[in-house]
């Protein structure tokens, strides 16, 4: 389908790709996106080891041959020795999109200062079916929601905009469908000039 967002969920862990523990997110990913997203989508999801040339494989695959609009990973991306997601994000990358980064990070130190261990980035890969925005995640999914989702006050009300009220946005200039949000979950932010009429 045309107007359909393809997406990526790549969960990146050693102990969950090996059995040791059930991965969570995928699930959580998918719960969110089964409630946020107003217009049709589908995804591909995949569960791998911290194997930088794993990861970049998967990236690709997932960017140049099922042809996603946005690759989601989750883990991977604190200090440790074997949390190398962003450096495989990175060698795959034609254009880096720090602001992403920025944001999670802000976002989560509303919650746990060692947030800012976290080295998530965002970045377009540009490819023959077109460009694919990929955004690293944190791995818990009450983190996964905030990060998307933002900070939210008392009455539900957005004290600080989760990081996917731009990606609609982004996906509209890289070539992909028109991706519309339930506002009660997160709110996509476009400029007037950029808004189509609602459907129906």
Known sequence: MKDELLIGLVSISDRASSGVYQDQGIPALTEWFSAAMASPWRMETRLIPDEQAEIEKTLIELCDGAGCHLVLTTGGTGPAVRDVTPEATLAVASKVMPGFGEEMRRISLHFVPTAILSRQVGAIRNHPRGASLILNL?????????????VKDAEGRAVVTGIFAAVPYCIDLIGGPYIETNGAVVKAFRPKSALRPKAG
């Open 138 to 150: 944190p791995g818990q999914p009450k983190s996964i929601r905030e990060t998307l989702e933002g």
